[in-house]
């Protein structure tokens, strides 16, 4: 859980997160005074108190993963209630911690003092003495390298104490190795090394195996044993739902939220999971209480647990809404002379010389700025909530890897002073989620152009190095719903260096269709670098075209930027070849390919998003990455003796409202 976060979130997740906790409290003490019998027991009102506890908690771990099973997690909406969730744990943490030394005091000052005594003296140790120690094992660790075993046995050995020093003096295991939880440093190395090494075994098999026994031992057959007792956690069960679901459904609707995306808030705040559980299987261990109203706690979370995410999931969707594209964003609609926006995604080092070579060859001018985005991608492991960055300018310092990816791309634009503005951001999320941090920084920032690396280190022989298969995935995500122009950058060997060099040759090979005219545009806008030696070439079958109208019309386009590029062989523009090769089938195309590939530093191709073409009939069944299309497909493959490197490109889908 981030603590920290918790302080610095906005005031309207501030308000809601405390509401969350106190609201279904408040009416449910009401609720316990109205039905209070005439002769009521203590153990009764203690079990009463304790339900109506337990329904007030908000817990930041179940609404994490119930919004990572829904793939929300990273959204606006998943951020916002992961505010709010964070500061009404920690406002019931403290509220209950008030309650239980209120009950103590009741019994025994002494009792009392040295119980309150022993758990400031447990939070002072592990700010000033566990923390640091456990920084000191961070410290101890080379970047990139593995945290040594020794250092996760001692973490869970603390933790296993942490349990028996809370209960020892009479308070729940749970709350130490909550508070202990706390301490530890989230992420990399030690967060995530502490994920990979129990995740597997505690998610898998023990949770199972604890909701299992746990749901067992309520009784249906039972509730007849205490009517009243069912009936009483019945009502208090809808009343706090209803109590939660209310303040966070109105104060988000009176912010300007949608009516839909306020009613999936406030099912996500209500949502109930296995912290409630195990929370109310150790009251049912501890007799407080009884089997009837442990049974009804039991059939109402399986309800919640099952109807909840089904809701959310209808109410909100934010791909199919917030990412249509309306707005043309690509770079063929720039206007002349425009500034371009460009979402640079980083997500190893070794990515980071292969972008400023590219970005570099686009030729920022300072009639045509480059207006760069660095999003530096990050794999949520060892925390339960993602995070995302805006780095301030002049406040890194060289250290760490994501420092120095920063640091380069500073000094990238001090050497491009007035030409390119450059701001960087980082963020923190689940591979499967990635997408929707590069959706919304492409939608905030209004960018024509999202960049991307391949999921494949080459050498320089064009053999692999490397391969990640959660980038792959990412990149076809991006692809899928291309909310501006996208381009895969495939390098090989040292051609960033090549890219910066005095002269360079580059290459764009021109079929037809939305995505060869947008690789096009973009050669043509790199051409403007006198350094560069432009070469367009276009498959054309020697046939003569047939008389479909949708062909027709997108033929004309084809040759309307052809003649474009024609006109631009001279004037403001570099050095610019064209050339027209006859292909008749998909070999013929493969055959002229190969031969291409081997004499330039960088050749350009559109993906052909949905084009059918003569010239790749066939291709396409041999395809080992489809995401690249044919001719980017057979550019990236390991077995084309090229040095080479491929930028391959996709018009952004946009949708005609007319």
């Known amino acids: 859980m981030d603590v920290k976060g918790a302080f610095k979130t906005v005031k309207t997740a501030k308000m809601i997160g405390i509401l969350s906790i106190v609201s279904p409290l408040v009416l449910g003490l009401i609720v316990c005074k109205l039905l209070e019998g005439k002769n009521e027991s203590k153990d009764i009102k203690i079990e009463r108190m304790a339900i109506t506890i337990g329904e007030s908690m908000t817990s930041v771990p179940v609404i994490s993963i119930l919004l990572s099973e829904i793939k929300i997690l990273n959204s606006e909406l998943g951020r916002l209630a992961l505010s709010s969730a964070t500061v009404g744990d920690l406002a019931s943490l403290i509220l209950f911690s008030f309650i239980s030394v209120h009950e103590i005091l009741t019994t025994s000052i002494p009792s009392t003092i040295l119980s309150v005594g022993a758990m400031i003296l447990y939070v002072i140790a592990l700010v000033f003495v566990i923390r640091p120690f456990m920084f000191w094992m961070i410290g101890r660790t080379p970047e990139g390298k593995p945290v040594k075993d020794i250092y996760i ?47 597997c075994f505690v998610s898998g098999s023990l949770v199972s195996l604890y909701v299992t026994t746990s749901a067992m031992r309520a009784d249906p057959m039972r509730l007849s044993v205490d009517p009243d007792g069912a009936k009483f956690s019945a009502i208090v069960m809808v009343v706090a739902f209803m109590a939660k679901f209310l303040v966070t459904f109105i104060p988000s609707y009176c912010k300007k939220m949608p009516l ?44 919640n647990s099952t109807i909840v995410p089904i809701l959310v999931k209808f109410l909100y969707n934010p791909i199919s809404r917030k990412y249509a594209g309306y707005q043309k964003r690509n ?87 007035g030409l390119v503005t450059m701001n960087a951001f980082t963020a923190i999320s689940p591979p499967n989620m990635m997408h929707e941090d590069i959706f919304t920084m492409a939608l905030d920032k209004q960018t024509s152009l999202i960049l991307l690396p391949f ?38 060997g040292n051609a960033s260096t090549k890219m910066s060099s005095s002269s360079y040759d580059v290459c764009t090979i021109f079929i037809g269709g939305k995505d060869d005219r947008e690789a096009l545009t973009l050669a043509k806008r790199m051409s403007k670098d006198t350094r560069l030696n432009l070469t367009v070439t276009r498959f054309i079958t020697g046939e003569d075209r047939e008389n479909n109208l949708m062909i027709d019309c997108e033929v004309m386009l084809d040759d309307q930027v052809i003649k474009d590029i024609k006109h631009s062989q001279t004037g403001e523009y570099g050095e610019i070849i064209y050339v027209e090769e006859i292909v008749r089938d998909g070999p013929q195309a493969a055959k002229l390919v190969k031969s291409i590939a081997c004499a330039y530093d960088l050749i350009i191709v559109g993906r052909s998003y949905g084009v059918e073409s003569v010239q790749t009939q066939g291709l396409s069944e041999w395809s080992e990455f489809p995401e690249l299309g044919v001719l980017g497909d057979l550019l990236a493959s390991t077995d084309l003796q090229s040095k080479a490197s491929v930028l391959v490109v996709q018009q952004q889908h946009f949708v005609n409202t007319n």
């Open 331 to 417: 770079i063929m609609h720039l206007k002349p002379n425009s500034e371009l926006r460009i979402l640079a995604c980083v997500h190893k080092p070794e990515n980071v010389a292969t972008l400023i070579g590219f970005l570099n060859a686009t030729c920022p001018t300072e009639e045509s700025p480059n207006v760069v985005y660095v999003l530096h991608l990050i794999e949520l492991i060892g925390r339960a909530t993602p995070v995302f960055i805006a780095h301030q300018k002049g406040n890194i310092a060289a250290g760490r890897s994501y420092e120095n990816i920063i640091m380069a791309f500073n000094q990238y634009e001090k050497n491009n002073y």
């Open 455 to 492: 999921h494949r280190k080459l050498s320089f022989d064009g053999s692999m190095e490397v391969e990640y298969n959660a980038i792959r995935k990412l990149n076809c995500s991006v692809l899928e719903t291309a909310i501006c122009s996208i381009a895969i950058l495939i390098e090989r």
């Open 260 to 303: 839909k995306d306020s009613l999936a808030f406030g099912l996500i705040m209500t949502s109930k999971g296995i912290v409630e559980l195990s929370i109310f299987a150790g009251l049912s261990d501890n007799k407080i209480i009884q089997n009837p109203s442990f049974c009804v706690i039991i059939i109402g979370m399986l309800l």
């Open 153 to 199: 046995y001692i973490v869970m050995l603390l933790a296993f104490g942490s349990c028996l020093y809370a209960h020892f003096f009479d308070r729940s295991p749970l709350f130490g190795v909550f508070i202990f939880g706390m301490a530890v440093p989230d992420g990399p190395p030690l967060g995530s090394a502490l994920v990979d090494k129990f995740e």
